[in-house]
């Protein structure tokens, strides 16, 4: 056997162990608590303590919704839910539980939107986990909050709590996508060559 037929099967080897071995790492403590972060301590604390438990969870999440397709928004859905975030924030003070309630219905249809399961609560809460580890928690507290809201039990700082912290989701589900780019370039040319009566001041 030639020495360069040696090295191709040698290199054919190590690709094939790093193809397996990376579910491996992936599923590891350590990769584990890196990417899940606080939803490994909760997986942790919900299971009694039972590390192994937890991380055979999360590692369940990992192989139903690690290769979810997730789609980009249009430039134009994303400000459509961006203004009606904007109108849940104004009207929080007149009717803080109705707002959490609609900010709960209004991430879910964007969840949903972007590609993530939701024929339940908790099924939607594990997909965004997976690639929203840090953020998740505050969509947790939104919507526990929310459900307590429709039984009547409303308290306006927790509610407050819950829709703040729920922010940092809705940002990255609704974040600018890389393939915008030449959109937004072709609209700022247009708005370059329209009459002047047209241009915004």
């Known amino acids: 056997m030639s020495v360069t037929l040696i090295i191709l099967v040698a290199a054919l080897v190590a690709m094939v162990a790093l193809v397996f071995a990376r579910p491996v790492r992936q599923s590891s403590r350590d990769g584990l608590i890196s990417r899940f972060g606080p939803e490994y301590d909760r997986a942790v604390a919900?299971?009694?303590?039972?590390?192994?438990?937890?991380?055979?969870e999360l590692s369940e999440r990992l192989r139903r919704y690690g290769e979810l397709s997730i789609r980009a928004l249009t430039p134009e859905s994303r400000e459509q839910y961006a203004a009606r975030w904007s109108g849940i924030q104004e009207r929080f003070v007149e009717s803080p539980a109705l707002s959490v309630r609609e900010a709960d219905r209004l991430l879910s249809a964007l969840a949903v939107e972007r590609g993530y399961p939701a024929e339940s609560p908790e099924q939607l809460l594990e997909a965004l986990s997976v690639r929203h580890a840090q953020a998740v928690g505050g969509y947790r507290?939104?919507?526990?909050?929310?459900?307590?809201?429709?039984?009547?039990?409303?308290?306006?700082?927790?509610?407050?709590?819950?829709?703040?912290?729920a922010h940092t989701l809705f940002e990255e589900l609704v974040r600018a996508q890389p393939h915008d780019r030449a959109l937004w370039r072709r609209r700022q040319r247009q708005r370059h060559h329209r009459p002047a009566i047209l241009r915004s001041s």
């Open 46 to 56: 919900r299971h009694g303590g039972d590390a192994k438990a937890a991380q055979w």
């Open 141 to 165: 507290q939104l919507h526990t909050e929310a459900e307590q809201a429709r039984a009547g039990h409303v308290d306006t700082d927790r509610l407050r709590e819950a829709l703040l912290g």
